[in-house]
């Protein structure tokens, strides 16, 4: 049963911690995507990786650090530079040779 | 600067009935565009995609047109069906560092609501 899993689903802290959000997938994808969606608006692009190793910051990484230790994992930590954390957080993954990603459940961040 | 724009925040349509939804673009770079349909709390599914050298893709009951020279896209769903109530993303990808793995610009969204 292939797919990409996030958890938790949902996810409460206060204000001033870390929080990391785990994203996990077994497409054998080498990219993955960190995004985050607030109401009303499309979904920003936070980070993402091509390759294990190796990451790029997309169009608003800030207050935001990655990891890619392992070709399935991609874990996104909110740090407490980030000034409005709460929002829906996704992730995604796409194949080699492909444009089409394909997203996990996401999860859901309030910070009190 | 948004460059793929939804400009209908929302769409309601009769059962049965056919259902557009539009999309435009202003990054001529872009070269594949894909539909993507989100319910409240989930993530996005992967609905249709469509290459900038096809003007039309067809999926059974979606289809997605493409007008390059109006840096135009639609969304047809026919017929329209109460499950296909939900939010409708469209995004594009542009050619990245030689590879394929193309960042996603998404639009806002728009809300479609098909009534029985």
């Known amino acids: 049963d292939g797919g990409i899993t996030q958890s938790p689903k949902y996810l409460f802290r206060k204000e001033g911690q870390n929080v990391t959000l785990s994203c996990e997938q077994n497409l054998n994808h080498d990219a993955m995507y960190w995004y985050r969606q607030d109401p009303g608006q499309g979904l920003r692009l936070i980070y993402y990786s091509q390759i294990v190793n190796d990451f790029q910051k997309g169009d608003i990484a800030e207050g935001y650090s990655v990891s890619r230790e392992k070709k399935e994992s991609f874990p996104l930590t909110v740090t407490s530079a980030q000034k409005n954390p709460t929002a829906f957080y996704l992730c995604a993954s796409a194949g080699q040779m492909s444009d089409t990603q394909y997203f996990g459940p996401g999860t859901r961040l309030t910070v009190l | 600067d948004q460059q793929v724009k939804q400009n209908s925040p929302s769409l309601s349509v009769q059962e049965g009935r056919i259902s557009i939804l539009n999309c435009d673009y202003t990054n001529s770079m872009f070269d594949y565009f894909l539909w993507y349909k989100k319910y409240p709390a989930e993530g996005p599914t992967f609905l249709i995609s469509?290459?900038?050298?096809?003007d039309k893709n067809e999926d059974g009951r979606f289809t997605v047109f493409l007008n390059k020279s109006a840096k135009h896209l639609s969304l047809h769903i026919v017929p329209s069906q109460p499950g296909d109530s939900a939010v409708y993303f469209c995004a594009a990808s542009a050619p990245y560092g030689g590879t394929s793995y193309g960042k996603l610009t998404f639009g806002q969204g728009t809300i479609l609501t098909v009534h029985p």
């Open positions: 469509i290459s900038s050298i096809k």
